[in-house]
């Protein structure tokens, strides 16, 4: 039998042999992290494989993950009962990357859900590890704590987070231009909140000077009227949030189509968890959070007594940092990128959720809980909150911005962490003593 000229022999009769996937092909049969084939329909190793990818993705998703190594030894060490500073600063760690996959997770399963329902997921559940860590220190009655980090968080995002966005797209040189519209609406927003913060402060301080002048002591109905005015205070302010969304998500949803446009551009990459896996990824990690905060806070106690820090500083410059760290990077990248209307969104949008939403929400659960959580912040946080409005409303009125505008907002909130680092901690006597003492000196 005649072999072929070529020396390869002749294939059986009525049989052709296979012809070898190619390199593209071989590549795309075999699973991306573990590089077994993809035909593979085994139960015991189609699921786990399946698993595995969509947790290397989640994790892959953010630089900041790396620092979930903290999360074990965060726990670990509240468990054995460490040291409280160790505690402290693991937790402080864990948090971090949590907040991050938090936001991912909400973002994922929003995606799924519609434009209406997504939005309004990403608007509460944009804050909710502040709400957490503040809802296990109310749980705890650390007034203080849950207060002063109400305002480090409204604080951080006007003025570090935005004065770090004005920076980052001036960085190339020229002016930024942003919808001068949805900035307004958030300014006036915000100076609703603030008077919210005034007036309850403004009538302790007023009903009390009557009373230290008829009376010579102190009305002991004052506390209630103003956990009264709070309460109700709250409810408005709540309403006053959905009527914001209402106006964001349908009236008015073509002023913030361009922000949605410029956010859909930036999501190059496909979605990754289907909406039950994103539902299971926002669950666990809203436990572990839960469990990172209830450590973090059980801490605070002993970092007071041995760092000589006071609790006003830790609510108010440490624990936003923890809550707000992936979402201040993401607004930097953004704004150098040249999208401000985003970049403003996720500043002065944050900054706002945590002033309307969040705060009077932790309000009225403290009402539910029977804990003395007020509106009625010391007069100094009142004067601080007012003035950080009044400079973002004067920066972001026009529509307009630059870099030297970010360094405005920057020493602005430098300033404000130095005045609170060396501010004491009056939790012990309070604004009332403070006013008595100052009536007695009279």
Not at 244 to 258: C, I, N, V
Not at 349 to 359: D, M, P, Y
Request: aromatic content about 10%; glycine content about 8%.
């Amino acid at each position: 039998m005649p072999q072929p000229a070529n020396g390869e022999r002749t294939p059986l009769i009525g049989r052709t042999p296979p012809t070898p996937p190619s390199e593209e092909q071989d590549r795309d049969r075999r699973h991306p992290i573990t590089g077994w084939g993809a035909d593979d329909d085994r139960a015991w190793v189609k699921y786990p494989k399946h698993v595995a990818y969509i947790t290397w993705l989640t994790l892959s998703s953010n630089y900041v993950n790396v620092l979930l190594v903290f999360v074990p030894i965060g726990i670990i060490s509240g468990a054995m009962g460490w040291n409280p500073t160790a505690v402290f600063i693991l937790n402080f760690f864990a948090i971090v990357p949590l907040a991050s996959l938090l936001s991912f997770a909400t973002e994922e399963l929003s995606a799924k859900l519609g434009e209406t329902i997504g939005g309004l997921m990403n608007a509460s559940f944009g804050n909710a590890v502040e709400l957490i860590v503040s809802i296990v220190a109310l749980r705890q009655n650390q007034i203080r704590i849950v207060q002063a980090s109400m305002l480090g968080s409204v604080l951080s995002n006007i003025l570090l987070v935005l004065g770090c966005c004005f920076i980052a797209g001036g960085f190339r040189g020229g002016e930024q231009t942003f919808n001068a519209t949805i900035a307004s609406a958030m300014s006036s927003l915000m100076a609703v909140a603030t008077v919210s913060l005034i007036i309850p402060a403004t009538l302790y301080a007023t009903i009390h000077e009557e009373v230290g002048k008829h009376a010579g002591g102190v009305n002991k109905d004052l506390d209630d009227k103003v956990l009264m005015l709070s309460h109700g205070t709250a409810i408005i302010l709540l309403i006053l949030y959905v009527m914001y969304l209402f106006f964001q998500l349908k009236t008015h949803h073509y002023l913030f189509d361009e922000e949605r446009a410029e956010e859909g551009e930036g999501d190059s990459e496909p979605e990754v968890l289907s909406p039950w896996a994103a539902a299971v990824a926002l669950v666990v990690v809203t436990l572990m959070v839960a469990v990172c905060a209830e450590y973090l806070v059980d801490s605070i106690d002993s970092i007071v007594e041995t760092a000589h820090i006071s609790k006003t500083f830790i609510g108010l410059i440490l624990l936003p940092i923890v809550g707000n760290a992936a979402e201040h990077v993401t607004a930097c990248v953004v704004a150098y990128k040249g999208k401000m209307d985003l970049a403003i969104g996720v500043a002065v949008g944050s900054s706002l959720q945590i002033a309307i939403f969040v705060t009077p929400a932790l309000v009225i659960l403290g009402w539910i809980m029977d804990k003395a959580m007020t509106l009625h912040f010391q007069g100094f946080e009142t004067v601080v909150f007012f003035l950080s409005v009044l400079v973002v409303n004067y920066l972001i009125q026009d529509g307009k911005s630059n870099w030297l505008e970010g360094a405005m907002c920057l020493g602005t909130y430098i300033i404000i962490a130095l005045a609170f680092y060396v501010y004491p901690d009056s939790e012990a006597k309070g604004t009332m003593d403070m006013v008595k003492n100052f009536f007695s000196f009279r």
